[in-house]
């Protein structure tokens, strides 16, 4: 479903994430989990493509997603480049035009291959109605039926309650439900969580890490969720890495990961 | 001037003048406006170009008129000139300053003047203009230009057909997405480039429907456009970001002080007093009426009473404090 091979992403001068290998198969549950700061928002905004990766690959079902067909402005540019090029400034020239070429699949075209992603902190539209962000999630799959509405209500009945309040006025859990939902009517093939358990109570934590369980099970989405939170890690992965300084530098099999200080290790501040 | 004589607007004819006047008003405030808001309110680049892409729209509308189009088809042409030329501008320029207000008011600045003396240059001093259509209304002693009228009706349809395609299309969803989180409207699959695209374009287009329509009315010299501009900021001071509440409710309340002072004193007076109500509203509502009534409702909303509600926001607005988070 997932592969990343040595992926190296960076804001600005600073390098983020080194070498990062992992593979997600189809059907599972992997956690990633480390202490704040290691990388894992970047490693799933890598993955989306809300940041581009510096070095590496990124394979969604088999396809290369680092690399993108050049576009038609793309392919004008190379050619008036390749044109110009044999002097001093036709070099120069030549150079401006093609420094950002080498384009990736962006963000809302991976969403449209099937990618949905859960966010950090939520950032559901807070000003649009929960119906509204439910919506929006639509536009990612042309082929969205009035059932996948059912199935989120279905899931999550308090979003049918309140259809039509806004979303910024919900409390967090609520927020978090949403903003799964909204992912969930896209009909993703693999969903992605940055830190479901992020500002939510304890309570609500088990029972999201329980949904997210019943959906994969029941629909056979493939989840990828980065964490924390040691309990929501130990209950809702098949399956972790853990990542550290940003580079993944153990795997944990289901064993491994009922051993609670093999787990803690990683996550202790 | 004299403060004690009884003001001149106690018979009737001088009610239906003041009428008319407050309509002439909310029309040239409400269309000077719309495109700067929907560009600044939507993606908050200071267009300081917004006279001049009134200026594209008057000018196009202007020949395509008097070149023999009827004059609707020439505002459809001013129209969609003015959009095509805002995406030129966009692609090529403006997209480079998303998120950098003083950039981008130095670069609209310099768009604005390049654009009037590119202009004078090629078309000269003045251009004919296109004849006003619908002649204009008697009563008593006074008249007044039926188009000026007529425009109160066209600036609250487009009002209604902004609010229409910002809250009822697939594309005003996405837009409003795009704006409050661009990076999550991309991972929901929206294409934002498109959208700031497409905004832009319809910014464009309405600072173009308001030049297309005030054409007839005005002499056709390069600075045309700035007729606009001051009326335009104070309506955005105004009202604040909030596209349709916010200029509706600027448009109302300036239109009914401008009217006023205008009748009653004369023109100098109304646009004084125009100015007079844009200083008080910065200091008193620096988010404008879309920020006052943004404080209402969010108190409403944490249990307040209605009336416990609007008493803080107005102490806030009294005293000057104003905050809008």
Redesign the interface.
């Known amino acids: 479903m997932l592969e990343m091979e040595n992926v190296t992403a960076s804001y600005g001068p600073t390098p983020i994430l080194r070498d990062v290998n992992l593979h997600v198969e189809e059907g599972e549950i992997v956690g990633v989990m480390g202490k704040n700061g290691v990388g894992k928002t970047t490693l799933v905004k890598t993955v989306i493509g809300l940041l581009g990766a510096d070095e590496g690959t990124v394979r969604f079902k088999g396809e290369d997603v680092t690399t993108a067909e050049p576009t038609v402005s793309e392919r004008l540019k190379e050619s008036v480049a390749s044109r110009v090029r044999g002097s001093k400034v036709g070099d120069r020239i030549a150079d401006r035009l093609v420094a950002d070429g080498g384009g990736q699949v962006t963000a809302n075209q991976r969403a449209r291959r099937g990618m949905g992603y859960i966010p950090q902190g939520r950032d559901v539209f807070p000003k649009l109605t929960v119906e509204q962000n439910l919506r929006l999630g639509e536009g990612v799959n042309a082929e969205a039926e009035n059932d996948l509405y059912d199935l989120v209500y279905d899931y999550f009945p308090i979003l049918e309650e309140r259809k039509d309040q806004k979303a910024g006025t919900m409390s967090g859990g609520q927020q978090q439900m949403l903003a799964i939902g909204r992912a969930l009517v896209g009909n993703p093939d693999l969903l992605l969580l940055d830190e479901p358990s992020e500002g939510i109570q304890p309570s609500i934590v088990e029972q999201i890490g329980e949904d997210m369980q019943r959906i994969n099970d029941e629909l056979g989405v493939t989840i990828l969720f980065v964490e924390q939170n040691l309990d929501l890690v130990q209950t809702m992965a098949d399956r972790c890495y853990a990542l550290d300084k940003g580079t993944v530098v153990d795997e944990l099999d289901s064993d491994d990961l009922s051993d609670k200080e093999a787990v803690a290790k990683y996550l202790a501040v | 001037m004299d403060m004690t004589e009884v003001p001149a607007f106690v018979d009737i004819f001088s009610l239906v003048n003041l009428l008319l006047q407050f309509l002439d008003s909310f029309a040239f405030l409400v269309l000077a406006a719309v495109g700067l808001v929907v560009i600044f309110g939507m993606m908050g680049i200071i267009n300081l170009a917004h006279g001049e892409f009134i200026l594209v729209g008057a000018y196009s509308t202007t020949l395509a008129a008097v070149a023999g189009a009827p004059f609707v088809v020439a505002v459809v042409i001013g129209t969609l000139t003015t959009a095509v030329f805002g995406i030129l501008l966009e692609r090529s320029i403006l997209k480079r300053f998303y998120d950098r207000p003083l950039d981008s008011m130095v670069a609209t600045w310099a768009i604005s003047l390049m654009m009037i003396q590119g202009t004078r240059i090629y078309f000269g001093n003045s251009i004919t203009q296109a004849s006003t259509p619908f002649g204009s209304i008697n009563y008593g002693p006074y008249s007044y230009s039926a188009y000026r009228v007529a425009l109160a009706g066209v600036s609250v349809a487009v009002l209604i057909g902004i609010y229409l395609v910002f809250t009822r299309t697939?594309f005003g969803?996405?837009a409003?997405?795009t704006i409050?989180?661009a990076?999550?409207?991309?991972?929901?699959?929206?294409?934002?480039e498109r959208i700031y695209i497409l905004t832009f374009g319809f910014g464009s287009a309405l600072a173009g429907l308001t030049g297309a329509l005030y054409a007839p009315t005005l002499s056709m010299s390069p600075e045309v456009g700035q007729n606009f501009l001051v009326e335009a900021f104070v309506a955005v001071v105004v009202g604040g970001s909030s596209v349709v509440m916010g200029t509706s409710l600027a448009g109302i309340l300036l239109g009914a002080i401008n009217a006023f002072f205008s009748n009653v004193y004369s023109t100098f007076w109304g646009r004084i007093a125009l100015l007079a109500a844009a200083i008080l509203a910065i200091r008193l509502m620096p988010y404008g009426i879309t920020g006052v009534i943004e404080n209402i409702r969010d108190r409403r909303?944490a249990g307040m009473s209605l009336r416990e509600s609007l008493k803080i926001p107005a102490v806030t607005v009294l005293l000057g404090g104003g905050s809008n988070d």
């Open positions: 697939e969803l996405k409003r997405a409050q989180d990076d999550t409207a991309r991972a929901m699959g929206v294409n934002t909303r």
